[in-house]
């Protein structure tokens, strides 16, 4: 796309601060290694309070208490049962289990009538993510998956241009990327803890991308494909291939509606040149180009 059609849909923006008549009152669920970034971004927030935490490792929570130097009355729960049993006025919780964990601590929270920062991926299993969706139905509140790339800049522009009509009707989609050489340990490689690997740890990002970009069409047929070739390798992967049982590579391609093709694929290892986000129509195409390591929002825009 030219500079000259991209410029029509630049705009400056303004970030807004709005005062909350009280803190709102959070927990966290599970506080390992993602939750860091919960901890983090909480810490600056003023109208937010983290007051109770709960992991199967309590020595977890206790650690990240006086990493970020949090109040001495922060509860500390050993399950997310626990937690919900005994704080009654909760506003939001942020679950950072790891992933085969996210669907029952999100149905439990929001049966609890508290909404939920859910980690990606959403689910590992279809029948888990439908349990969601009831739950959240039934009980009125919300459950937000955390794709923040969908606020990146790039990403933002990218909807706005589709929705804006200028690219004209898109028939084709591809996505993914991934990295050269990284493929994470802890409980991102045993099936049963992660259930997926990296289509769902980094795959989940592309894929919200652009299908957030373009509404979200139902898929119609999806053919799929994964493998675990560097995971099992000793030679690649060390002392973790004998415990890997996830994949390290998937690729799919997906026929939705609105006659739209999706082309996707994602790795922790794949050492050819990463392809580009690119969303295709009969007047001309859209690109977004990945930094090397992937997992990230797109770095520009053509």
Same mark, same amino acid.
């Given at each position: 796309?030219?500079?000259?059609?991209?410029?029509?849909?630049?705009?400056?923006?303004?970030? =807004?601060? &709005?005062?909350?008549?009280?803190?709102?009152?959070?927990?966290?669920?599970?506080?390992? @290694?993602?939750?860091?970034?919960?901890?983090?971004?909480?810490? =600056?927030?003023?109208?937010?309070?983290?007051?109770?935490?709960?992991?199967?490792?309590?020595?977890?929570?206790?650690?990240?208490?006086?990493?970020? $130097?949090?109040?001495?009355?922060?509860?500390?729960?050993?399950?997310?049962?626990?937690?919900?049993?005994? &704080?009654?006025?909760? +506003?939001?919780?942020?679950?950072? !289990?790891?992933?085969?964990?996210?669907?029952?601590?999100? %149905?439990?929270?929001?049966?609890? @009538?508290? $909404?939920?920062?859910?980690?990606?991926?959403?689910?590992? !299993?279809?029948?888990?993510?439908? &349990? *969601?969706?009831?739950?959240?139905?039934? !009980?009125?509140?919300?459950?937000?998956?955390?794709?923040?790339?969908?606020?990146?800049?790039?990403?933002?522009?990218?909807? =706005?241009?589709?929705?804006?009509?200028?690219?004209?009707?898109?028939?084709?989609?591809?996505?993914?990327?991934?990295?050269?050489?990284? /493929?994470?340990?802890?409980?991102? /490689?045993?099936?049963?803890?992660? @259930?997926?690997?990296? *289509?769902?740890? /980094?795959?989940?990002?592309?894929?919200?991308?652009?299908?957030?970009?373009?509404?979200?069409?139902?898929?119609?047929?999806? !053919?799929?494909?994964?493998?675990?070739?560097?995971?099992? +390798?000793? =030679?690649? $992967?060390?002392? +973790?291939?004998?415990?890997?049982? *996830?994949?390290?590579?998937?690729?799919?391609?997906?026929?939705?509606?609105?006659? %739209?093709?999706? +082309?996707?694929? /994602?790795?922790?290892?794949?050492?050819?040149?990463?392809?580009?986000?690119?969303?295709?129509?009969?007047?001309?195409?859209?690109?977004?180009?990945?930094?090397?390591?992937?997992?990230?929002?797109?770095?520009?825009?053509?």
């Amino acid at each position: 796309m030219s500079d000259a059609v991209l410029s029509q849909f630049k705009q400056k923006e303004e970030k =807004k601060e &709005e005062k909350a008549g009280r803190k709102l009152r959070i927990g966290i669920i599970g506080t390992g @290694g993602i939750s860091w970034v919960h901890f983090y971004q909480y810490a =600056k927030m003023n109208d937010v309070e983290i007051v109770a935490l709960a992991d199967l490792e309590p020595w977890k929570a206790y650690e990240r208490i006086e990493q970020f $130097n949090l109040s001495p009355d922060v509860r500390v729960y050993s399950s997310d049962k626990e937690l919900f049993d005994n &704080e009654k006025d909760l +506003d939001g919780v942020s679950i950072c !289990t790891y992933h085969r964990q996210h669907a029952g601590p999100t %149905i439990n929270a929001l049966e609890h @009538g508290v $909404n939920v920062l859910l980690e990606k991926p959403f689910t590992v !299993t279809l029948d888990e993510a439908v &349990e *969601v969706m009831r739950a959240e139905k039934r !009980t009125g509140k919300f459950v937000s998956v955390g794709f923040q790339p969908r606020f990146d800049a790039n990403m933002k522009m990218i909807k =706005k241009i589709v929705e804006s009509g200028a690219l004209g009707e898109i028939y084709y989609i591809q996505t993914g990327g991934g990295r050269r050489r990284g /493929i994470p340990g802890g409980t991102f /490689i045993e099936d049963s803890t992660a @259930g997926i690997g990296a *289509v769902g740890d /980094i795959g989940s990002y592309s894929l919200d991308m652009v299908l957030n970009a373009v509404g979200y069409p139902k898929p119609l047929t999806i !053919t799929g494909y994964t493998s675990d070739f560097f995971g099992k +390798d000793p =030679k690649y $992967n060390g002392e +973790d291939a004998k415990r890997f049982s *996830v994949d390290d590579f998937a690729a799919a391609f997906v026929r939705l509606e609105g006659g %739209i093709i999706l +082309d996707f694929r /994602i790795s922790w290892a794949m050492h050819p040149t990463l392809p580009a986000t690119r969303l295709s129509s009969a007047r001309r195409a859209l690109s977004a180009f990945r930094r090397p390591t992937a997992g990230t929002a797109p770095s520009a825009v053509r």
